[in-house]
């Protein structure tokens, strides 16, 4: 899930920055300070989008650089159970496939890719026996947050599914609607 979110923070200035206007110069060191910065209880700042308020700047004795008390607004993106997602496979590997949500990515185990079973073929792609449905590299898929964590915090994981109604690859969800719609059609 997408969040806007306002922080306050004290924001170190260095004289190197001093030439510069006060709003730019600070809003440089928040990006420096926030840009990729992932937390637990915010998730992933993926923007710094604007400067709210600016406090009176201080000098620290001994530092030389000016902290100045501000407040500002970032965007997230903070994973969340049960979400649906919707994102592009980027890698497949024998045990399940890599998908990109945004900012960040997810993984599917083969078990989770869909109701049939499911091989690894040479040529990087997951095969349903049954179904004859095959994923690869590039696909745009449907899936649903099954799993997170930030046991890591330099990089989260997130575990996904498309093993129920409405989740898959795209053109797999518009052909188990295209029948049921047949069907509606038929009995007017």
Same mark, same amino acid.
């Given at each position: 899930?997408?969040?806007?979110?306002?922080?306050?923070?004290?924001?170190?200035?260095?004289?190197?920055? &001093?030439?510069?206007?006060?709003?730019?110069?600070?809003?440089?060191?928040?990006?420096? +300070?926030?840009?990729?910065?992932?937390?637990?209880?915010?998730?992933?700042?993926?923007?710094?989008?604007?400067?709210?308020?600016?406090?009176?700047?201080?000098?620290?004795?001994?530092?030389?650089? $000016?902290?100045?008390?501000?407040?500002?607004?970032?965007?997230?993106?903070?994973?969340?159970?049960?979400?649906?997602?919707?994102?592009?496979?980027?890698?497949?590997?024998?045990?399940?496939?890599?998908?990109?949500?945004?900012?960040?990515?997810?993984?599917?185990?083969?078990?989770?890719?869909?109701?049939?079973?499911?091989? &690894?073929?040479?040529?990087?792609?997951?095969?349903?026996?049954? $179904?004859?449905?095959?994923?690869?590299?590039?696909?745009?898929?449907?899936?649903?947050?099954?799993?997170?964590? &930030?046991?890591?915090?330099?990089?989260?994981?997130?575990?996904?599914?498309?093993?129920? +109604?409405?989740?898959?690859?795209?053109?797999?969800?518009?052909?188990?609607?295209?029948?049921?719609?047949?069907? +509606?059609?038929?009995?007017?």
């Amino acid at each position: 899930m997408f969040y806007k979110t306002k922080l306050k923070d004290y924001i170190r200035v260095p004289p190197s920055n &001093f030439g510069m206007d006060v709003k730019e110069a600070v809003l440089t060191r928040v990006k420096e +300070k926030y840009g990729g910065y992932i937390n637990q209880e915010i998730g992933i700042i993926i923007e710094v989008s604007k400067i709210n308020e600016i406090g009176e700047g201080t000098i620290v004795p001994g530092d030389g650089a $000016s902290y100045y008390e501000t407040v500002f607004e970032i965007m997230t993106f903070k994973p969340e159970l049960h979400e649906l997602t919707i994102g592009k496979i980027k890698d497949i590997a024998d045990f399940g496939a890599f998908i990109t949500l945004g900012p960040i990515e997810g993984m599917i185990h083969i078990s989770q890719t869909m109701d049939d079973f499911v091989s &690894f073929s040479k040529d990087k792609a997951l095969l349903g026996k049954e $179904s004859k449905r095959v994923l690869k590299v590039g696909d745009k898929c449907r899936t649903r947050i099954i799993a997170v964590s &930030f046991k890591d915090i330099t990089n989260p994981k997130i575990g996904l599914t498309m093993r129920q +109604k409405g989740l898959g690859k795209v053109e797999w969800i518009a052909e188990d609607v295209a029948p049921k719609e047949a069907k +509606k059609e038929t009995k007017k």
